[in-house]
């Protein structure tokens, strides 16, 4: 009896080939035009503009009141309240203790709420295609990845994996901390003690860890986690000295007789304005390690970022891949800015999955993987995403502004006079400690 002969596997180099001879024979693979990355930086750069105008509006608000109530007026855009997480963070512990919205901070609250939805229905699409921080990441990271695919492979390597060794090293030293600090095992006074001092050798270990170990035994991959631990530290720490340890009647304190809270957002715009050496250097220093380590800030250090991944892993849609259909090039794994190995898996389950469609778009079969719900019963196109996702997000800042729920009880006048006298102690934030009034 004769043998069929088995087709022989496509290597690598072959399937750019394989994909250019075959697509008018078996229609099967994808047309090129308009796609879910163009649509994507659209929805991006309509966000970076709103964004954009907000800030605007809201400097212009405070030269305003810094004037005494003189010249042009703007009144302030609550959507300035996305840029204090951690008052987001407290509202929320305030709304499911005392069941209202804080009149302080109220379109912080609802925004981040807002957040958590969109995460528990559409993943972390709000980090692909909303977050502003998101977009300026992706920007750099594109912008040097053409730079550094002018370098040498070995160099443009090195300069890709340094970033995120030494993001290793110093989440070897101070995720254990972090840790320590959650359990009480430690406290902040405890920094003042020379112990620490003497734990210096170890602080050097710790970072020469991942640049001195053979690849064999620590691997990039296992830097990539490592570094991936500390924003995960990060949540757990605010959470722990927040949602659980914060007494309801502290933050009815905070948000009645704390003068900090009501300026936090002119606070918040000094930071920037009036930015100390210190600051500018660790901005500087992360803008431009973006432009080597795909999405810097977004995998190793937003705490929110890993809450809303963790919301994912309830969400019913997820991206699926047909084992079937697939020709295992590996282009869905080279897309993702995010590191995930998309081409192992069947599913992808991951919590640093931001939903951004890259490796749909990527794969040259029709099918082999897209976005679907739970059981792979039901395509989920990148359109009809978009829209889901923003009208959502939308729907719920609009109904919250309807209900009353969405501009600061804090009024003009109050904000004349407490930015007359911002300079006053009691506007001071000292480790966690407020000044009453």
Known sequence: MEKTKQPKPITASAQDLYIETNKKKTGKYKKSGFNSQKLRWSVQIAFFIVVLVIGWQFYTFVKYCEAGGKGFYLPRPPGVESFLPISALMGTKYFFGTGTINPIHPAGFVIFGALLLTALFFRRGFCGWICPIGTISEWEWRLGDWFLKK????VSSLMRNIPTRFTAGLSLIFTPIIILLILEIITMESF???????????????????????GKFWSDRVNDIIARAWKYSILAFFIQVIIIKMPVAQLEVMYTRVPFIRVADVKMLKFFTNMSGMALFVILAFFIISLMNKN???RFFCPYGALLGIIAYAS????????ERCIDCGKCTKACAMHILVEKKKHVLTHECVACYDCVNACPVNGALDMKLVGDRKKIHYGLYAIMLIGLYVAITNTARAAGHWYTKISGAEYILRISELNNPKYLHKAGQFETE
């Open 151 to 154: 370098l040498p492979q070995r």
């Open 192 to 214: 003042k003690s020379p112990v620490f001092r003497y734990l210096t050798p170890a602080y050097i270990l710790a970072m020469a860890l991942p640049f001195v170990v053979p």
């Open 296 to 298: 810097f800030w977004c």
């Open 316 to 323: 019913s849609m997820r991206i699926a891949r047909d084992t």
